[in-house]
């Protein structure tokens, strides 16, 4: 059994790393954080500003979102009371670890994956159990018996497509984990739509698990900030005790539906973005560069060079990706976000004339 550590403990050690983070730098290419390079259709801006003309300002929004999660819960064909919609993922997960952690609890994630998962389950005062990925970085069915073995969690984190190696978790281990534990299995599935498959029918047939979805990345509104659950209506409920009341706005309410009505352009830039992935990945590959398989909108890297002067170089030539080499499991790495076909072709020239100034 894993020695369980005090709340306070824990909350000392919650500060997200300073690698974690992007660095600010203003450049011509932000190829760093996994936005959409892409802005919004024409006609979504109108209904922007129309919600906006239409919204009440002056009164507090509708404390449960109903309008809002009845969309998506249609969009998803299942019922409102299985949806919780937040202030990005991050808030989402901020909720269910404070819904459902208590002081000492243990949390499982496995590394490397989204930095937000362990940090979060920090500040919640959990126990953190860290798990191994394998050399494709995938999660064995073994490393979950033995972790279940020795410990007791209350939560299981996985990320499909996982940041930010960009692989997709075993359907076969997600599916032998919610039969073999109790406790809730969350799997956070912010760029699923890149990907080939994904984890939702499975809400079907097991109670304890939390899809989690961001209009962050393929939705293209990074700075709206909504997210969303997908779970048991009683996994939801417990998420909207917890929750702050009013703190999904009015705005991002009425954007978040609006959004919703612009699915089909939204999967024409998603098609887009995977025929330039595949682009990109030819590109790097060419280069002798180690290139990792990708179902997001991002490729990890490994040049036969310093990460950090590859990183320095990019930035002196205005492009801007992100450094991973000083993460958990990643020495040597580096990510690069999917952008415009322009920025894309920039950034493989830009890279291929450091490799070749560097022989």
């Known amino acids: 059994m894993t020695k369980k550590r005090s709340g306070l403990e824990s909350r000392k050690e919650a500060r997200l790393s300073s690698t974690y983070h992007s660095p600010q730098v203003d450049v011509d290419i932000r ?7 892409y802005s919004a259709p024409l006609g979504f801006i109108e209904d922007v500003k129309k919600a906006i003309e239409d919204a009440s300002l002056n009164r507090y929004p509708d404390r449960n979102a109903v309008d809002l999660r009845q969309a998506i ?10 949806v919780f919609c937040a202030n990005g993922s991050n ?46 970085f995938q999660v064995d069915e073994d490393e979950i018996v033995k972790i279940l073995d020795r410990s007791e969690p209350k939560i299981i984190f996985f990320c499909s497509p996982n940041n930010p190696t960009g692989n997709l978790e075993s359907y076969e281990v997600v599916k032998r984990t919610l039969e073999m534990f109790s406790g809730i299995v969350v799997v956070d599935e912010a760029y699923v ?19 989690i979805r961001t209009f962050s990345k393929t939705w293209g509104l990074a700075g709206l900030r909504l997210g969303y659950s997908l779970s048991s209506s ?25 959004a919703l009505n612009y699915e089909q352009e939204m999967l024409e830039r998603v098609a887009l973005m995977k025929e330039d992935r595949g682009n990109l990945i030819n590109g790097l590959e060419n280069m002798g560069v180690e290139v990792f398989p990708s179902e997001s909108n991002f490729i990890l890297f490994r040049p036969n060079m310093s990460p950090k002067i590859v990183w320095e170089s990019l930035v002196k030539k205005s492009i801007l990706i992100r450094d991973c080499s000083s993460w958990p499991r990643l020495e040597g790495c580096l990510r690069v976000s999917v952008g415009t076909r322009l920025e894309n072709e920039v950034f493989l020239t830009s890279l291929a004339e450091i490799i070749d100034e560097s022989k």
Request: net charge negative; charged share 15%.
């Open 31 to 37: 190829l760093n954080t996994n936005e959409s390079p």
């Open 73 to 82: 819960a249609d969009y998803h064909s299942c019922n409102v009371n299985n």
């Open 91 to 136: 808030e989402v997960i901020q909720t269910l670890l404070f819904s459902f952690v208590s002081s000492g609890d243990e949390v499982v994630v496995f590394e490397p994956t989204y930095a937000l998962h362990s940090h979060i389950s920090k500040i919640a005062g959990a126990s953190l159990i860290v798990g191994e990925r394998n050399a494709n």
């Open 193 to 211: 739509q890149f990907a080939e498959f994904n984890f939702v029918e499975l809400l079907k047939e097991y109670d304890n698990l939390v899809i």
């Open 234 to 258: 009683s996994i939801a409920a417990e998420l909207f005790n917890t929750v702050l009341p009013y703190h999904l706005n009015s705005l991002t309410q009425r954007i978040g539906i609006a």
